[in-house]
């Protein structure tokens, strides 16, 4: 069955540290992982997108690596700031290879920022 | 550029009711899927529309239908409304191979079935 998992379910940090997001899938094949932010009403925003061939993927403060052998993936933020506060959303596209691919999310972490 | 856009923003609904929602893809994008998600969950595939035509489709009953227009718009139907059905409805449109392109997602239209 395939399944998109991640951890933590929810996590508090202080403004200005860094945190780790983890992400394990059982999607197979698959041929690209995105992590997405999402405020609370509304719809995803994506931040990085990595083919099963890339190991990691910068966009800002944020980093996403990919080990598709574990099949795993983190998303990394650093210097965090009180916008970060949102829903982290881990996506694994599963390859049919037909030209439409599928979907598949996780439940998503959700992060708060503190001042 | 005008992203992808839905409506209504809210909807409040009665059981057994029937609702239509709404979805305009981001310009140039031809493919549209749905998604429901309920509070405190991420998002579930409900079906996927390309020219035209319902190619993918979730774990989601019948009473859940779509329609994709020439113009790549598209509409969520749903049938004898429950009260489990209340949810955040999220549009996404892409461009052709899913796989590849980044999906964009709409602002959702937030179902509350009474």
């Known amino acids: 069955k395939n399944q998109v998992e991640q951890s933590p379910q929810s996590l508090i940090i202080l403004e200005g540290k860094n945190c780790t997001l983890q992400?394990?899938?059982?999607?197979?094949?698959?041929?690209?992982l995105r992590w997405y932010k999402q405020d609370t009403g509304r719809g995803p925003v994506s931040l990085t997108i990595?083919?099963?061939?890339?190991n990691t993927k910068s966009n800002g403060r944020y980093t996403a690596t990919l080990d598709a052998d574990t099949k795993q993936s983190s998303l990394h933020i650093t210097a965090s700031q009180l916008s970060d506060s949102a829903s982290y959303i881990c996506v694994v596209i599963f390859d049919r290879g037909s030209t439409l691919g599928r979907l598949y999310f996780g439940r998503g972490t959700q992060l708060t920022v503190w001042p | 550029d005008a992203g992808v856009t839905q409506s209504p923003t809210h909807l409040i609904k009665t059981r057994g009711q029937q609702v239509t929602l709404r979805c305009s893809p981001k310009?140039?994008?031809?493919?549209v899927s749905w998604y429901q998600q309920a509070l405190g969950q991420g998002p579930q595939f409900i079906f996927q529309?390309?020219?035209?035509?319902?190619?993918q489709r979730g774990n989601f009953p019948d009473r859940f239908s779509g329609h994709q227009f020439p113009n790549y718009s598209s509409e969520l139907n749903v049938n004898a409304l429950l009260l489990g059905d209340s949810a955040l409805y999220l549009c996404?449109?892409?461009?052709?191979?899913?796989?590849?392109?980044?999906?964009?997602f709409g602002p959702g239209t937030r179902l509350t079935v009474l």
């Open positions: 990595m083919t099963f061939s890339e």
């Open positions: 529309y390309y020219e035209e035509e319902e190619r």
């Open positions: 310009s140039g994008h031809d493919t």
């Open positions: 992400c394990n899938y059982t999607v197979s094949p698959f041929s690209n």
């Open positions: 996404a449109s892409s461009l052709g191979v899913a796989g590849t392109d980044t999906q964009y």
